[in-house]
């Protein structure tokens, strides 16, 4: 994590282990673009709801989108204010007791006030944003997004400017006394990989091959899309 002339608000203040904190925005933007998914978190009538969902980002435009029946696209419409989290998960920290046992990971959480997209142009190339960031080179494949597909869809944007960053790397944290016993400890490295390859549609007609964009997305993933910090 470089370090960074940014600083934190009151409410991004990360208190425990500041040294792992950071509030650049492309270190945010670096976890944001390799999550597959995130978490919005609201208050609703004075109680919090999380709600997890997918998500593109444009520059320090952060894109959700929901059926405007959905609860996001009502909060969008009153221009509440969301806290998103977008959570990696790189490994299992096993240590020699168990309180030291711990995760390597990389976090973000963005606060925001969430707005609805009215810009037709600019919900499109969101939409379009959506597919691209599960499955890059996709689009350009695809059928083109009718308006009555844009009508049906809200689209919802925040701006990624008050966040914060935490990261976890390495081996467990244990005392020297623990260090000396013959107990294993180490990592266990996690992250989001295909499990399999892809499964073509029992509809696709013959002849359809699965396309390079999709095949190379497990290898892309194993191979560390994004550069994943070394563990030990
Ligand atoms: C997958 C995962 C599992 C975790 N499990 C635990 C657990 O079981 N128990 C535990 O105490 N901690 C856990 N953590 C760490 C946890 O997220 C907090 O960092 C920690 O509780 C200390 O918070 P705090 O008191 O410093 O900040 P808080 O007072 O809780 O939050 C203040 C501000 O700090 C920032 N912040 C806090 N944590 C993060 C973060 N992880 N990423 C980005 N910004 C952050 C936010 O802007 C927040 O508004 C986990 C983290 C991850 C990613």
Redo the contacts with the bound molecule.
Sequence with gaps: MPTTPST?RE????????ER?SYDFEDAAAIVDEAIYCHVGIVRDGAPVVIPMVHARDGRRLYLHASPAAGLARDARKGEQV?V?F?L?DGLVLARCGRSHS?N?????V?GTAARVTDEGEKRRALEAFVEHAVPGRSEHLRSTTEREVREVDVVALDLDE????V?NGPAVDSDADRALPIWAGVVPLGLVATGPAVTDAEVPDGVAVPDHVARWGERQAAGFVARPSYM
């Design positions: 934190a409410r991004t203040q990360v208190r425990r282990k500041p904190a806290c989290t959570t998960v995760l990971y990389r976090s973000a959480v606060f966040l914060s960053v935490k976890r």
